[in-house]
């Protein structure tokens, strides 16, 4: 005990110096166990192989279930222009009187299994511009009675009020600019269903459109901006609006119109009935018309396939230039003296047979 040290007076206490050595451990002292990787050229040349050989597996099989993919585009916004209307595309547009209804046909390349997803295609259409994502009112898409606070509905402008002064719902340029040309399908005279139901984001439904908001006073401005809204059906179900109030982040998109739930045989040829209502003549935009079916990568896009293509082909390149490399001019490995750029060949333990 320390008690029985101090009182033992008979004996001068030495102290000694504390000693600032920490306690030993193998952390302390830098002793753990360690893998140091040495990248050997057999090593290297091996990762890069079989990256390559994976990565080409990968691009290939992905390539293929893109392709797999049956697409028909079809750009109608040119062609349903009565030609007398060619150099006044914009009075065709807006005029209320003029015949807008245009018939297109489309052939079925390759059985298409159901669903078949039809969207509608926009180019040249800056739905990602500033001013445009940020004019809406999301609390105003939401709650029911919300009348408005000054932040959320300054954005809106300038589709804030109807002409008589009441508060639009829902405001702003995006719910505006709904749009309007409809489609109506039909195979050797029997019309196709489109089923229009689950087209938009389940979460988008459920929290971002009230399930008791109603449209109100909307498209009753000056000027109207697209499709109008069905008064008596809350937002949640209006699912074409929600569809477009997911705003695209680049000026072409594509966006999803409904589904056709039966399959569409090779050679069949689809007639497709057009309300060519939407002004995109205004802005140089183009309008088309899109049917395709899904595998498991999505749509057809040959992007991921081709870009692990070239990923595992470059590593397959890089392999090989390294087994040249290694095979023509070995390097002994571990000696630094082979890096120096005035090494004296006799120190050199280089070996070349
Ligand atoms: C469709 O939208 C355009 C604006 O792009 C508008 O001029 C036209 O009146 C709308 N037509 C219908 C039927 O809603």
């Known amino acids: ?62 390539l293929f279930a893109s392709d797999s993919v049956v697409e028909i585009i079809n750009r109608y916004d040119v062609d349903c222009l009565p030609s007398d209307y060619k150099n006044n595309m914009v009075g065709f547009i807006q005029s209320s009187s003029t015949n807008k209804t245009c018939t297109k046909s489309l052939t079925v390349p390759k059985q298409m299994k159901s669903p078949v997803f039809i969207y509608y295609q926009l180019e040249n259409f800056y739905q990602n511009h500033r001013r445009f994502v940020k004019s809406r009112s999301d609390k105003q898409l939401r709650s029911k009675g919300f009348k408005g606070d000054k932040q959320s509905m300054e954005t809106c402008k300038p589709v804030l009020q109807s002409t008589d002064k009441s508060l639009i719902v829902p405001c702003g340029l995006v719910a505006w600019s709904l749009f309007n040309d409809t489609y109506g399908f ?64 680049l000026p072409t998109f594509r966006k999803l119109y409904g589904r056709i739930e039966q399959d569409l045989q090779a050679n069949d040829i ?53 087994i040249l490399l290694y095979v023509i001019k070995p390097r002994p490995l571990g000696d630094p003296s082979y890096l120096s750029w005035n090494r004296n060949p006799s120190t050199t333990s280089r070996t070349l047979s």
Request: glycine share 8%; aromatic share 10%.
């Open 1 to 62: 005990m320390n008690g029985a040290a101090s009182t033992d007076s008979s004996s001068p206490t030495v102290l000694k110096p504390r000693s600032k050595k920490p306690k030993y451990s193998r952390f302390s002292q830098q002793e753990l166990p360690a893998n140091k990787l040495i990248l050997t050229p057999g090593f290297i040349i091996t990762v890069f192989i079989a990256v390559g050989l994976i990565f080409i597996s990968l691009g290939l099989v992905s």
């Open 186 to 249: 039909s195979v050797k005279g029997k019309s196709l269903q489109v089923n229009k139901k689950d087209i938009a984001w389940g979460s988008d439904k459920k929290y971002k459109f009230g399930s008791n908001v109603f449209p109100k006073n909307f498209q009753n401005t000056d000027e109207v901006g697209g499709a109008k809204l069905n008064s008596s059906i809350p937002l949640s179900e209006q699912e074409d609006l929600i569809v477009w109030m997911r705003t695209a982040t």
């Open 270 to 322: 689809v007639t497709v009935v057009i309300q060519n209502n939407y002004n995109t003549y205004g802005f140089k935009g183009t309008k088309s018309l899109v049917l395709s079916t899904t595998s498991w990568v999505g749509g057809k896009n040959s992007f991921i396939g081709l870009a692990y293509i070239t990923i595992g082909g470059i590593c397959l390149f890089l392999a090989v230039s390294f």
